[in-house]
């Protein structure tokens, strides 16, 4: 049987590496976008292995960092994947709305929407291509998930958005300070690969008991 592979887009941070354990624990192997070699060594310290891990760097927020990627699963020169997961964040920040700049405001769309953007459109051709039910993962791009699942409704993408409504962070943070761990969280991704039945759909997440009770509704 072919196993199957996850590109994970934003590998690194706190959703990436549940989305990364999710994928590992389904039985699935990873292909993580880095942007550099400390990066790939900060993700298998929280996976703990690099075990069924490849990994490639390139840079997300450019407008040819992902098409760069696809171009050399194609060539054959990076393993092919079937399951995209997108999680490319911005600054968590406390700073007051009204007091944040227009540079830094540009800065953080260029890592959260354009990046994630990015990731979607470069990756899903790629994916329609395969005679094969993929998925289509997005985190933090709630408009944009919607015309995805609406244009995906009728492929063999499964595309669906993650509404995660309270703070989750990698194990050893997440202990420090309370919150849920990725650990915990990953168990939404594993639920999400498994049942074909989430489609098109928001996945929401608003309280931790959700993990283990997921709650989906179409999206339109
Ligand atoms: N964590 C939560 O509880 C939570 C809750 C609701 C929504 N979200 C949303 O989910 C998304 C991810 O959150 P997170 O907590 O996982 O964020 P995070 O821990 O800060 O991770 C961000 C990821 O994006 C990458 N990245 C950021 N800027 C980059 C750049 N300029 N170039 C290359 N890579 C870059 C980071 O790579 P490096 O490791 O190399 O820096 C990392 O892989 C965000 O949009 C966030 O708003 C998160």
Redesign the pocket.
């Known amino acids: 049987m072919m196993i199957e592979r996850v590109l994970v887009v934003?590998?690194?941070?706190?959703?990436?590496i549940a989305a990364v354990k999710g994928a590992l624990r389904s039985g699935r192997q990873v292909l993580a976008v880095?942007?550099n070699q400390a990066?790939a060594d900060?993700l298998f310290k929280h996976v703990g292995s690099s075990e069924g891990i490849d990994i490639v760097e390139a840079?997300?927020?450019s407008d040819t960092g992902i098409k760069t990627v696809v171009h050399q699963v194609k060539a054959g020169k990076l393993p092919p994947f079937q399951h995209v997961y997108t999680?490319?964040?911005?600054e968590?920040t406390d700073v007051p709305l009204k007091d944040i700049t227009t540079d830094r405001l540009r800065k953080n769309m260029n890592?959260?929407f354009e990046?994630n953007f990015f990731a979607y459109r470069d990756t899903i051709e790629y994916l329609q291509e395969q005679n094969h039910p993929n998925t289509m993962g997005q985190?933090?791009l709630f408009s944009m998930a919607t015309a995805a699942a609406r244009e995906n409704e009728k492929t063999n993408v499964r595309v669906n958005e993650v509404y995660?409504m309270?703070?989750?962070?990698v194990d050893e943070a997440a202990a420090e300070h309370g919150v849920t761990s990725s650990s915990e969280f990953a168990s939404v991704y594993e639920e999400i690969l498994a049942n074909p039945e989430i489609r098109g759909s928001r996945v929401r997440v608003a309280t931790p008991a959700d993990i283990k009770n997921l709650k989906w509704a179409k999206k339109f």
């Open positions: 934003g590998a690194t941070g706190n959703i990436g880095v942007r990066s900060k840079s997300v927020v999680c490319v964040g911005g968590y890592m959260s990046a985190g933090p995660l309270f703070r989750v962070e």
